[in-house]
């Protein structure tokens, strides 16, 4: 009996990525390199100490002490949110950026273009694929998540700038995880093909 190649590709991919044909595949744009959410703007009121979700009673005893303090330290020193006259305390801003496995995500989309899939599996589904010499360190620019009716999803954080790959969800099956040559010019033929040229430290 003659099996489709489908079949044969799949059976010889290691698990779990030889579970994984049927699996909903999203790809994430991830900022490998953490930068800071955007700034607060200066606490708007009075001038002087401002502390948010402070009930004023203790608002005016900070400022109180403030300007107490004011008097006995040397003229001319300033100290940002207790010298009168001086914008508040910059409050920091919450970070709701949205995430995956930590990372910040710049863009997202479902995967549909099975050829795309296919050499998702093939790469990650083999053993030489992967080799032990990384860089020392781990920007990923690139996400995907497998996920199946009834199991936990298979995860991948892929950075291309510190040449190495890393999965959650599931037990990493090879003894390196650094990408070869041929596996970082085909995971960056990926990226190119969902979000474009690969932007430095991806």
Do not use: H
């Amino acid at each position: 009996m003659v099996l489709p190649l489908a079949a044969l590709g799949c059976a010889g991919r290691t698990a779990p990525f030889n579970e994984m044909d049927e699996a909903a595949f999203t790809v994430y744009k991830l900022q490998g390199q953490e930068t800071a959410p955007p700034a607060a703007a200066a606490t708007p009121g009075a001038p002087g100490l401002a502390i948010p979700g402070l009930p004023p009673e203790l608002t005016a005893l900070g400022q109180q002490a403030g300007a107490a303090l004011q008097q006995i330290l040397p003229p001319g020193l300033q100290i940002p949110g207790l010298t009168p006259g001086q914008p508040g305390v910059i409050a920091p801003a919450a970070d709701t950026r949205p995430r995956f496995k930590g990372f910040v995500i710049l863009g997202q989309m479902p995967l549909s273009d099975q050829e795309v899939k296919d050499e998702i599996l093939d790469v990650f589904g083999d053993e030489g694929s992967f080799q032990g010499q990384t860089n020392n360190c781990f920007f990923p620019g690139l996400g995907v998540s497998m996920s199946r009716a009834g199991a936990a999803p298979v995860d991948l954080l892929v950075s291309l700038s510190c040449n190495q790959a890393q999965g959650d969800g599931f037990r990493w099956p090879y003894p390196t995880n650094g990408l070869t040559p041929e596996t970082s010019q085909r995971m960056t033929k990926v990226y190119e093909k969902m979000f474009g040229p690969v932007p430095p430290g991806s």
